[in-house]
């Protein structure tokens, strides 16, 4: 019988020298990738010298330095940046142009990017229609093109920027995911809806997180009226919740600081509407909404008023059995959009055209209507995501 000389059995050998042979095989396989590194290493090394030897021979050359001083003075002023970069012939006048420059991004700072895009002038708004073109959103769940649309540039804090670049995203997202959203309004208040989700999440400040119910609940009804899949918004909630968003350098003007706002909780005593005895809730304001709670240890309010459409006033003491007393009460409309937790734990609308409260004191009950009237006039944002929010809401 012929033996071929090129094979063994393993079971030949005995215990010491099979771990000897495997011993053996995990160092030759370390060796090849150390081997395989030296060799990464060396080609990285040789492209750094060529990479340097470039740059050398780049300063100087005066086109190379008109460029990298009309970028200085983009970061300080965008638009005097842009206008020399286009007198010393380095970027043609074009909106496709400007927009590929800023969308390359290499040198310019974020936030200048990000005040360039939203000022109101009819180049710049051609330059942002381009600019989001750009990006490729094609069959990325809203979570992950938002995540790259923020990366891009930094959202300015002024609501009327905020508001033609959100839209132009929308409207870029719902082109390239047909049929994921019944309308770009709805697009746009979802995409909000998680960059409020992100702060309430992973700011520190945040005491009282929202869970996956409570997202859910927040988004009824703004798909043309009807609901979004719960499944759409859990897979949203947990991405979010797993990685926060990745937010350019941070001036302390943008949106996050813009959403996030926890003015004020405590104990107040709240009416109830069709029954008119006097409850004790703990009482959050954030994010442009006042959250009720039975306990301060709940995860789930019991009720959530979004401040839209409502005024607040005091009610003097002949009016109420309760001293130290204010109400909220909705303007232009008869009830106030808010939804509460039924007995049997199903989120309902709120049957409420005015919501009142008591205070403890008099120093308690003026804090109360100051922080709310401050939440309501701040940010003129939130009184156009209010109109969004509507208008996504109607069915078509």
């Known amino acids: 019988m012929e033996t071929n000389t090129n094979t063994f059995d393993l079971s030949d050998l005995t215990p010491e020298e099979q771990q000897l042979l495997e011993s053996i095989r995990e160092r030759k396989q370390k060796l090849i990738k150390e081997i395989q590194e030296l060799k990464d290493e060396i080609a990285e090394v040789s492209n750094e010298m060529e990479t340097i030897e470039v740059s050398d021979e780049s300063k100087n050359n005066p086109k190379n330095k008109q460029m990298s001083i009309g970028k200085k003075k983009f970061n300080m002023d965008p638009k005097k940046g842009i206008e020399y970069l286009i007198d010393h012939q380095l970027l043609v006048n074009d909106q496709e142009e400007v927009a590929k420059f800023l969308y390359q991004g290499e040198g310019l700072n974020k936030t200048a990017i990000g005040d360039y895009l939203g000022e109101r002038n009819d180049f710049n708004i051609a330059v942002l229609k381009s600019f989001v073109n750009l990006h490729e959103f094609s069959d990325m769940i809203l979570v992950q093109a938002l995540r790259q649309f923020l990366w891009s540039f930094r959202l300015p804090g002024e609501a009327q920027k905020i508001d033609r670049m959100m839209e132009c995203f929308a409207e870029r997202y719902c082109e390239l995911n047909p049929g994921v959203f019944t309308s770009t309004d709805t697009c746009y208040v979802l995409s909000f809806a998680i960059i409020m989700l992100n702060t309430s999440l992973h700011n520190p400040s945040v005491k009282d997180k929202p869970t996956v119910e409570r997202f859910i609940s927040m988004n009824r009804g703004i798909n043309d009226g009807g609901d979004l899949p719960p499944e759409l918004l859990t897979s949203l909630y947990d991405s979010i919740k797993k990685e ?146 509507k208008k996504a809401a109607h069915v078509k």
């Open 244 to 389: 926060p968003f990745k937010i350019p350098e941070d001036d302390g003007n943008d949106l996050m600081h813009t959403f996030f706002n926890p003015d004020k909780e405590g104990w107040l005593c709240k009416q109830g509407g069709r029954i008119k005895n006097w409850k004790r809730r703990w009482f959050i304001l954030n994010d442009n909404c006042l959250y009720y709670f039975q306990f301060t240890t709940d995860k789930e309010p019991k009720g959530i008023i979004p401040l839209e459409n409502i005024s607040i006033r005091e009610v003097p003491v002949d009016k109420s059995n309760k001293p130290f007393s204010f109400e909220l009460f909705a303007t232009g409309q008869d009830i106030i959009k808010a939804c509460k937790v039924d007995k049997e734990g199903k989120v309902v609308e709120g049957k409420h055209n005015v919501y009142r409260m008591s205070a403890s004191t008099a120093e308690e009950k003026e804090e109360w209507i100051r922080c709310i009237k401050q939440s309501i006039s701040e940010n003129p944002f939130y009184d156009m995501l209010a109109a969004r929010r």
